[in-house]
């Protein structure tokens, strides 16, 4: 079974902060953008904008390896995360890079965005919450990690993605901001790199989990479809309440879409 490493226990709550995970293009940084939209007062903190320099970003198998914890500063994530907790609002000094990088929101029926909000806006009526802070990132659950983000997270999602789809969708993507330049990826480099990266990293969740992490059921859905899946696991998780499950703003779930 997989365990967190030891980690300084966070501060008194002040913020509810939400992992939502994935592989790259998963969807989960569309996804974090529509439940902002959704969800009252409610932030993102985004895991790439905790990369190291450039020059920091280390080279494996030829490649600089972008989708490896060594590229991340998880102690400046750390930090991020207790202020958050303990005060409900973002770091000063944080300045955000990963909102210079565009990410093209999917066609979602007005209608279907009006009903989850009304279906939010009722179940949190009873249930007032202080501020949501979404901490979008590939790299957030894998017991290695030190220190460990998880110990912050009052509820665990992830995405799923099959490597055709992760492929078709990283050609889409221009490139990405970075600290010092722009990464344009280079031939290879996401089946070589992204992919087995995302795999090995994620073995932990074949044998067990004891971290609480919600994974997405099945790939292949619409993004509708999963944001239909994450809105009901958030209120559950937020909630406490099994009801929200498999239920969303009286649209019935199918059975497979837990």
């Known amino acids: 079974m997989a365990s967190v490493p030891s980690s300084p226990q966070p501060a008194p709550r002040a913020a509810t902060i939400i992992g939502i995970s994935g592989c790259s293009s998963s969807g989960k940084t569309t996804i974090s953008r529509l439940l902002r939209s959704l969800?009252?007062?409610t932030s993102i903190l985004h895991q790439d904008d905790f990369y190291r320099p450039d020059s920091q970003v280390p080279i494996h198998n030829g490649y600089q390896d972008w989708d490896c914890a060594e590229s991340f500063d998880f102690i400046a994530l750390r930090d991020a995360l207790q202020h958050v907790r303990s005060t409900g609002t973002m770091p000063p000094d944080l300045v955000s890079k990963e909102d210079q990088n565009t990410v093209n929101l999917p066609h979602i029926l007005d209608s279907t965005l009006s009903r989850l909000r009304e279906?939010?806006?009722?179940?949190?009526?009873?249930?007032?919450?202080?501020?949501?802070?979404?901490l979008d990132g590939?790299?957030?659950?894998?017991?290695?990690?030190?220190?460990s983000p998880v110990p912050y997270l009052t509820v665990k999602l992830l995405l799923t993605v099959d490597l055709a789809m992760l492929v078709e969708r990283r050609k889409r993507r221009k490139g990405y901001v970075t600290l010092?330049?722009?990464?344009?990826?280079?031939?290879?480099?996401?089946?070589e790199v992204v992919w087995k990266n995302?795999?090995?990293?994620?073995?932990?969740?074949?044998?067990?989990?004891e971290l609480g992490i919600k994974v997405q059921p099945r790939e292949g859905w619409s993004m509708e479809e999963v944001l239909e899946w994450v809105v009901g696991e958030v209120l559950e998780g937020l909630l406490g309440d099994s009801s929200s499950e498999g239920e969303v703003g009286g649209k019935k779930e199918e059975g497979e879409r837990v």
């Open 39 to 41: 969800f009252p007062n």
């Open 180 to 191: 010092e330049g722009f990464w344009e990826d280079p031939e290879g480099y996401v089946e």
């Open 198 to 209: 995302w795999v090995r990293d994620h073995a932990f969740l074949a044998g067990g989990d």
């Open 119 to 134: 279906h939010i806006a009722s179940r949190l009526s009873s249930h007032p919450l202080g501020p949501i802070f979404l």
């Open 138 to 147: 590939i790299l957030i659950y894998p017991p290695f990690l030190e220190p």
